[in-house]
């Protein structure tokens, strides 16, 4: 009673969850989703219904899409121990029809190296199972990959991996309270900040963030380095949902990002106050393996010349440079982005396109790119109303009517000018250096003087 407008959550069970509101109209609020399954399997879609933060009411369904899964049982294990027996059984259900035998093909790794196997057995009525051991020798963390193959054609018809840690884990706690900042470099303190950087030296950390001072809707973004590490990269939200898992880097098989890769929007914040990151490295005991991951988080919706950091930021969904200056922040744009390439050797970090903001006011920093201003005109570097006419001092061909900018006599203190704006002429004549000219060599010289 007198609740006028509910908030819908739901979990589908694969990837991030989201929210929708609704109005309450003779205490009825309804919503319909679409929700687009990854691949077959079992799913548990959780749904829960808000007023403000208080929980109205909670529901659950499973549904099943067609086809052919494979299970591991257990689906991982922690604290292993060490050279101990660990059985594992495997089950694949919804084979096809037609098929009387597949292959269970296993790879695994770890510390010691890796390994290729596999095994038949046959199927009765869809379901094929089987089992594997595995032994463990030394700390670290090991990787179990099962595929269940169609004997004839050694089409994978489903594929699971299990995480083995045998040894310590590591569980820490950070928080966030802000959004819209950069990614930040933290140190062994990172509460109150908004970004952060772990390195450690064990092979899997937990880190449990508190985002309980982040509103609503925010967007989460992680980064790292693909090229080695971390080996595994996981993400969860809420607690349990995984959004996020980069596969195993040391698996042969292995397709995904590489270098300095970035995940946006892996999830967006709903009313649970923590999520977790897992990443896994190689060896316990090494103590050269350094894994590293930054995190940021993002408001969407931001007015026009808001600092941003990415496009999903803006309402206007355009994130740019606000002037062309390497000293400039990037604002959501109002009207639209020009793409500009830029020089190292004019200031800029690195050689390459740039996105800037369109229609840009007068006086607004443009270099000689007239395209960035609302007038269609720059010059002098900076956003004018008209370009400059005939015998006004210029700094280049871009700032005049009539398109050149020359010297207005053959005098080395003479200014340059703009030449006439109806039939505009030059000339170059070589001139020297220790004649008090800038450098010796060709100068160009209006030839429409009286």
Known sequence: VGIREVTFEWIPGFGAGDSATAKVRDGYATITIELSYPKPGSYDIVSSVYDGRKE?????????????????????????????????????????????????????????????????????????????????????????????????????????????????????????????????????DLANELSASQEFFEGVAIDNWDITGIPHGAHFDVRYDARSDPDKFLVEYPIGNEVLDIDWHRNSNYNGESGNTVHGKIFSKLSQNTFRVTPIGESLEDANEVLKYEVRCRIPGLDDNDVCTDNLDCTSAACAYASFSPDSPQVCCASGTTTIYTRRRDGWDYNGDRDFCSDQEEGALCEEHDELCSSGVC??????????????????????????????????????????????????????????WPYSGFHSFCTDRP
Not at 62 to 74: E, H, K, R
Not at 406 to 421: E, H, I, N, R, T
């Open 379 to 436: 010059v002098g570097g900076t956003c004018r109303s008209s370009k400059l006419a005939a015998n006004e001092v210029c700094s280049s061909d871009n700032d005049c009517v009539g398109g050149i900018c020359a010297y207005g006599s053959v005098d080395p203190d003479a200014l340059k000018v703009c030449c006439s704006s109806e039939n505009p002429s030059f000339i170059d004549l070589w001139q020297l250096e220790y004649l008090d």
């Open 56 to 188: 109205l009411s909670r529901d659950s369904l499973q549904v099943q899409i067609a086809g052919t899964t494979l299970t591991i049982d257990p689906p991982g294990l922690t604290n292993a121990e060490l050279l101990v027996k660990h059985p594992f059984d495997l089950t694949a259900d919804g084979i096809p029809t037609g098929l009387d035998q597949v292959q269970f093909f296993i790879y695994t790794f770890g510390p010691p190296g890796q390994s290729l196997y596999g095994f038949n057995t046959p199927v009765i009525k869809g379901r094929a199972s089987g089992g594997d051991t595995q032994t463990y020798g030394v700390n670290g963390v090991y990787g179990l990959i099962v595929q269940v193959r169609n004997l004839s054609t050694s089409t994978v018809l489903a594929q699971a991996s299990a995480t083995v840690i045998a040894g310590p884990t590591k569980e820490r706690k950070y928080t966030l309270q802000s959004c819209n900042s950069d990614w930040v470099t933290g140190d062994e």
